[in-house]
């Protein structure tokens, strides 16, 4: 099968780490971790199904995001508020 294939998910991978660059925002890198990973374990010889497959691949983009998030996003994580006119003297 297709995703039993080490260079398929390293593929995917490098994609969407190149899709990065084009759509900045930490979303799909964590994603091209997920794949990152996946590939790894079928190259160490992991024999594990589809379903597997795609629960490890969700669940390590997921916690690459947040992590990436937490060291790579605003800090105070919120939106800036002007209260005031700047052009008030």
Not at 7 to 13: F, H, I, K, P, T
Not at 18 to 43: D, H, K, Q, R, W
Request: glycine content about 10%; charged content about 15%; aromatic content about 10%.
């Amino acid at each position: 099968m297709i995703w039993q294939l080490w260079w398929v998910w390293a593929a995917a991978a490098v994609v969407l780490v190149i899709l990065e660059t084009l759509l900045p925002g930490y979303i799909l890198l964590g994603f091209g971790i997920g794949a990152g990973v996946v590939s790894l374990l079928v190259a160490i010889g992991a024999d594990l199904g589809l379903e597997v497959l795609l629960l490890i691949f969700a669940v390590v983009s997921l916690i690459a995001w947040v992590a990436m998030r937490k060291v790579f996003g605003i800090p105070g994580d919120e939106a800036r508020r002007i209260d005031h006119d700047i052009n008030d003297n």
